[in-house]
């Protein structure tokens, strides 16, 4: 087999595994190769809401159940929000709805840096679970500032 050969079979067998791995498609957030969301990567679970987690992925991702969760970590921290927060085991988390009208919702932690993003899907009823799951993931990143109600405390 000639050289040319080998690198099609090669590049074949790579795109294969990267066209069916359910992480395919979902880039890094601007700072997921941060040392913080190495440490968080290792920390996901291996299942989230009885979804197991996929296999590989780009650096600070996590997919589970067929893009369900997605989560990145190396966001850029959001900014004050009249967006509602929730505090989930000592993790501030900035909820928003997504305008697609389908239900899906997008959180992102408050207070850290880097943040973590996660997108969940309209199919996903345990969006509690789904945070707790996480918040023990995300801990490890100093918080640093707190999401205030809307009289300010």
Known sequence: MGVAAAG?????????????????????APRGDAPECARIAEGYPDDLGGRERAPGGAAGVAVWGDRAVVSRCGAVPPVPTPDPCVNVDGVD????????????KVVITYGRDPAVEVFISGRVAELDAVLVDLSKAVKPIRQRDKCLDSRGR
């Open 8 to 28: 099609l079979v090669v590049a074949g067998v790579y795109v294969a595994g990267v066209v069916t791995s359910p992480a395919y498609g979902v880039a890094a």
């Open 93 to 104: 988390w900035v909820v928003r709805e997504t305008a697609s009208g389908d239900g899906r």
